[in-house]
């Protein structure tokens, strides 16, 4: 998963920019936190909705997209 962040979304959610306030590289994968889980479920509705990654930046490939969605 960490790649993957790399590569598409810590440009925007990463350690030089926090667009809305969004940084994925310090967010865990620890579940059992609800606030965890609640942000990683938003990031991954978001990514099937087709609202991220956004316009003029490359799509995640379907594989990816299917993993996350798991």
């Known amino acids: 998963m960490v790649p993957l962040l790399q590569q598409h979304c810590y440009a925007c959610h990463g350690p030089d920019e926090q667009s ?3 940084r994925l590289d310090r ?7 609800r606030e965890n889980a609640a942000t990683w479920v938003e990031v991954r ?5 087709g609202e ?13 997209i299917q993993s996350i969605s798991r």
């Open 20 to 22: 809305d306030e969004l």
């Open 27 to 33: 967010l865990t994968a620890d579940f059992a936190l």
């Open 45 to 49: 509705d978001k990514i099937n909705r």
């Open 52 to 64: 991220m990654p956004p316009a003029g930046e490359p799509p995640l490939p379907s594989e990816q």
